[in-house]
T-cell receptor
Framework: AQTVTQSQPEMSVQEAETVTLSCTYD???????LFWYKQPPSRQMILVIR??????QNATENRFSVNFQKAAKSFSLKISDSQLGDTAMYFC????????????FGGGTRLMVKP | ETGVTQTPRHLVMGMTNKKSLKCEQH?????MYWYKQSAKKPLELMFV???????ENNSVPSRFSPECPNSSHLFLHLHTLQPEDSALYLC???????????FGDGTRLSIL
């Protein structure tokens, strides 16, 4: 079974600064996907970024980028130029390929962006 | 417009009541999911439907009964729930396997 660990329950950052959220996972699989989801107070889970394990290049989406270290089973999210709207819960998630689309989520990190 | 719509947004019910949660996706996806989000616990996958067929039941108690009449609609029928079932229930959909899941806003369920 896969496990996903987010070791930072809460973090804060000043507006316009950069913050990195940590995620580690445990799996024996070699092919899988990793995701970061954002859940603002409105409750909707929003996909932030996706990484395929077979790709060595780190995924980037505008101000969001990941540092994927496959050997270390680490998948951190970097948010650059933080904005007030980035305040939310952030969840790291793992999905094994061709296995019923089952997502395994971490416990989440609550990020507060301060003005 | 989120693409995945859940109703009701909030639900309060007694342990002996029977109610249903509804999810509708407007994205043309083939797969739909129910998740449970409890306080201080990671999201838990409950059920997966692919092309209307249930492909996963993650050891969910029988007091939760899913129904998927077509690829766009998913229901979660509730009966004789327990206080520990109070949680946010999230519905999601995806185009198929290995594709990102899109979530609704959830139904906040409180069991009295």
């Amino acid at each position: 079974a896969q496990t996903v660990t987010q070791s930072q329950p809460e973090m804060s950052v000043q507006e316009a600064e950069t913050v990195t959220l940590s995620c580690t996972y445990d799996t024996s699989e070699s092919n899988y996907y990793l995701f970061w989801y954002k859940q603002p107070p409105s409750r909707q889970m929003i996909l932030v970024i996706r990484q395929e394990a077979y790709k060595q290049q780190n995924a980037t989406e505008n101000r969001f980028s990941v540092n994927f270290q496959k050997a270390a089973k680490s998948f951190s999210l970097k948010i650059s130029d933080s904005q007030l709207g980035d305040t939310a819960m952030y969840f790291c998630a793992f999905m094994k390929l061709n296995a019923g689309n089952m997502l395994t989520f971490g416990g989440g990190t609550r990020l507060m962006v301060k003005p | 417009e989120t693409g995945v719509t859940q109703t009701p947004r909030h639900l309060v019910m007694g342990m002996t009541n029977k109610k249903s949660l509804k999810c509708e996706q407007h994205l043309g996806h083939n797969a739909m999911y129910w998740y449970k989000q409890s306080a201080k616990k990671p999201l838990e996958l409950m059920f997966v439907y692919n092309f209307k067929e249930q492909t996963e039941n993650n050891s969910v108690p029988s007091r939760f009964s899913p129904e998927c009449p077509n690829s766009s609609h998913l229901f979660l029928h509730l009966h004789t729930l327990q206080p520990e079932d109070s949680a946010l229930y999230l519905c999601a959909s995806s185009q198929g396997i290995n594709q990102p899941q899109h979530f609704g806003d959830g139904t906040r369920l409180s069991i009295l």
